[in-house]
Nanobody, 122 residues
Framework: VQLQASGGVFVQAGGSLSLSCAASRLTFSRSGLGWFRQPPGKEREFVASVTWTGSDPYYADSVKGRSTISRDNAKNTLYLQMNSLKPEDTAVYYC????????????????WGQGTLVTVSS
């Protein structure tokens, strides 16, 4: 299984990001999917997840209302859009996948992408 995250940017506060995660050798349509991020010097934290059915998107409080997680099963691709970016959104963003399930903890996910860097300047 391979997850390839892309779309990392350097952007000013108030801007937006659009990340993609392309999956291969994964039963994508039967996978729960998620986005995590790891700010500099901090632990990896949950950002958003979507179930294998595509329903029930779930967001961390810190990004709720300005983020959208979505999936395209035909393209085996997961997306994250985030607006009104803040300097505290600066982090390496990772996508994750697991058979059917989603988790708010970084533990439990079987598959991880390599990460893509998002830097938000003040």
């Amino acid at each position: 299984v391979q997850l390839q995250a892309s779309g990392g940017v350097f952007v000013q506060a108030g801007g937006s990001l659009s990340l993609s995660c392309a999956a291969s050798r994964l039963t994508f349509s039967r996978s729960g999917l998620g986005w995590f991020r790891q700010p500099p010097g901090k632990e990896r934290e949950f950002v958003a997840s979507v179930t294998w059915t595509g329903s029930d998107p779930y967001y961390a409080d810190s990004v709720k209302g300005r983020s959208t997680i979505s999936r395209d099963n035909a393209k085996n691709t997961l997306y994250l859009q985030m607006n009104s970016l803040k300097p505290e959104d600066t982090a390496v963003y990772y996508c994750a996948a697991d058979a059917y399930r989603t988790y708010q903890s970084a533990k439990g996910w079987n598959y991880w992408g390599q990460g893509t860097l998002v830097t938000v300047s003040s």
